[in-house]
Nanobody
């Protein structure tokens, strides 16, 4: 079965950096667009960034553009999210998701989800 496993979350001070990883199994990884979403307590799940199966196309939410960078290594079935200049408002559970078609920005467009990893940014 398909599994997505995130790691790399933690507690960081404002202005710091974290790198999240998501390892996929049970699917032909290069055929899937991958997305990162986040959900803060009491809020809806929010799109952060997505990358095409080849890695050639990316799309960022305006709030993270220039601060976060998505990348993927299809040989390792892994997608990464480098987060720099973190702010307290970036605090959330971060989820990776896989989609068989192109890049999507809505949670409903994704087929598979990881369990999430907590990112907490202290002020």
């Amino acid at each position: 079965q398909v599994q997505l496993v995130e790691s790399g979350g933690g507690l960081v001070q404002a202005g710091g950096s974290l790198r999240l990883s998501c390892v996929a199994s049970g699917l032909t990884f290069g055929s899937y667009a991958m997305g990162w979403f986040r959900q803060a307590p009491g809020k809806e799940r929010e799109f952060v960034v997505a990358i095409s199966g080849s890695g050639g196309t990316t799309y960022y939410a305006g709030s993270v553009k220039g601060l976060f960078t998505i990348s993927r290594d299809n040989a390792k079935n892994t997608v990464y999210l480098q987060m720099n200049s973190l702010k307290p408002e970036d605090t959330a559970v971060y989820y990776c998701a896989a989609r068989t078609k192109g890049i999507g920005r809505r949670p409903s467009e994704y087929d598979y989800w990881g369990q999430g990893t907590q990112v907490t940014v202290s002020s």
